[in-house]
C-alpha cells in the first residue's frame, strides 16, 4: 500500500482510502457494526491508514464505528477525516432518504459538531476536516477564521472541503485552493468523469500545495464492471437510479474499447481505473465504495503506485476528448453549478490558472 503525503501538511494518507458512509446508510446493503468493524479492520491490516467518515452518514452511526477501529490500529496510526456542515440537530432527515437537510456553516455549529464529533470517534484531535458539500455562498471569512482557530487549538490539524452531493461545484473547489489555501479538495473523479478531478490537481500540483481526494472512483459501479446489461433496473434505494441513463448506456461501450487497452498491461478495467487515477497529479486518495474484506483486497492490489505507461495514459486522453469516438449523447453528464443558470454547467475541462500566478 503505498502512503502520499498531503503537500503543505505533515499528514500521510493512504492512497487506499476507505470512505466508511457504506455502513451509514443502507443503500448499498445493511451491515451490522460488528460486521463493518471487521470491515475497517481489515483494511487496517492491509495498510489503509487514510479513513473519512461524516456525522452525515447514518446520523453520526459512521463516525461512532471508528471508534474501535481507531483503538484496533492504534490512534497514532491513522488519519482520520471527519466532516462538518449538516446540522443534524435540527434536521436529522428520514431514514434511507436522499433528501438533502439543512446546512449550517456558522462557527458555533462548526465548534458544535467538531466536539461531538471528538468524542463519539474517541480522540483528541481530527486529522483532515471537510466543509461536507459546502456552496460558494458558505465561503465567508468566519468559516475560515474557525477552522484555523480549530487548528491552532489542536483540535484539527488541516481543513478542506468535500464536494457534492453531485458531481461538479467547479467553483467551489477553484475557490478552495486559490482564495483559501484548503488542504483538500474530495470531487467526483474517474476515468469517465475526469474534468474536475484534472482541475483541482493542477491548481495543487502548480502550487506545491494541497491534493485531490476521488470519490466515486469507479464510475458508479461501471469500471468495476458491475453491470452486464444497459436496460439494468436499479432497486428503489439504490442511488444510481438518479443517474442520466446514458451513464450506464454508453459506459458500457467505454468499457469495451478500455477492456482492450486494460489487457494489453494484463490487467482487467477495475484495475487500470484505480491505477489511471492513482496517477493524477495531486491525487492523495481514492474512496472506492467498500462492501466486503474482498473489495479491500481487490482494490488495495491496485494500489501500489505503480504507474501505467505515459503513452497509455495518452491514449486516454485522447479517447477521452473525443467522448470514446460514440457521439455527443456519450458526453459525461452535466455539472451542478452555484453560479449557473439553472444550476447546471455542460461537463468539460476550463483550465483553472489561466491569468492565475502560482504562488
Known amino acids: 500500500m503505498q502512503q502520499r503525503n498531503l503537500p503543505g501538511t505533515d499528514l500521510s494518507l493512504s492512497l487506499l482510502g476507505l470512505g466508511n458512509f457504506t455502513f451509514g446508510v443502507d443503500w448499498w446493503g445493511t451491515f451490522t457494526d460488528d460486521q463493518a468493524v471487521a470491515i475497517q479492520n481489515h483494511a487496517v491490516d492491509r495498510g489503509v491508514t487514510f479513513f473519512d467518515t461524516a456525522p452525515a452518514y447514518g446520523n453520526w452511526r459512521a463516525e461512532g464505528l471508528m471508534k474501535q477501529t481507531l483503538e484496533y490500529a492504534g490512534r497514532e496510526n491513522i488519519c482520520l477525516s471527519t466532516k462538518f456542515g449538516y446540522d443534524l440537530f435540527v434536521d436529522p432527515g428520514e431514514e434511507g ?15 458544535r459538531e467538531c466536539e461531538h464529533s471528538l468524542k463519539l470517534m474517541g480522540t483528541d484531535h481530527i486529522d483532515l476536516y471537510q466543509a461536507h458539500n459546502i456552496k460558494l455562498k458558505h465561503y465567508v471569512p468566519e468559516l475560515f477564521e474557525t477552522l484555523e482557530a480549530l487548528k491552532s487549538e489542536g483540535k484539527i490539524r488541516a481543513w478542506g472541503v468535500a464536494l457534492g452531493p453531485a458531481i461538479g461545484w467547479r467553483e467551489e473547489g ?21 474534468d474536475l478531478g484534472r482541475a483541482f490537481g493542477e491548481i495543487a500540483a502548480s502550487r506545491g500545495r494541497g491534493g485531490v481526494i476521488a470519490r466515486v472512483p469507479t464510475n458508479s459501479g461501471i469500471l468495476d464492471e458491475e453491470f452486464t446489461s444497459d436496460k439494468h433496473v436499479f432497486p428503489e434505494k439504490d442511488h444510481r437510479k438518479f443517474r442520466d441513463r446514458n451513464w450506464l448506456v454508453y459506459g458500457l461501450q467505454k468499457n ?7 489487457a494489453d498491461l494484463k490487467m482487467g478495467v477495475q484495475e487500470f481505473a484505480i491505477r489511471w487515477l492513482a496517477d493524477k497529479p495531486a491525487m492523495v486518495s481514492i474512496e472506492p465504495n467498500i462492501l466486503s474484506k474482498k473489495n479491500i483486497d481487490t482494490y488495495a492490489a491496485a494500489c501500489d503506485g ?11 486522453a485522447e ?3 473525443t467522448d470514446f469516438g460514440l457521439g455527443d449523447d456519450a458526453h459525461p453528464c452535466d455539472f451542478k ?16 490558472l489561466a491569468g492565475v500566478a502560482a504562488s
Not at 469495451?256 to 486494460?262: D, G, R, S
Request: no cysteine; hydrophobic share 40%; charged share 25%.
Open 174 to 194: 477553484h475557490a478552495a485552493f486559490l482564495e483559501h489555501d484548503a488542504a483538500v479538495v474530495q470531487t467526483v473523479h474517474n476515468l469517465y468523469e475526469q
Open 337 to 352: 453549478s452555484s453560479v449557473a443558470e439553472g444550476g447546471r454547467l455542460r461537463s468539460g475541462y476550463v483550465d483553472p
Open 319 to 321: 479517447l477521452y476528448a
Open 256 to 262: 469495451a474499447i478500455v477492456k482492450e487497452i486494460a
Open 97 to 111: 432518504s436522499h433528501r438533502e437537510r439543512k446546512q449550517d456553516f456558522s462557527p458555533a455549529q462548526i465548534r
Open 306 to 316: 505503480v504507474r501505467l505507461p505515459d503513452d497509455v495514459h495518452a491514449r486516454v
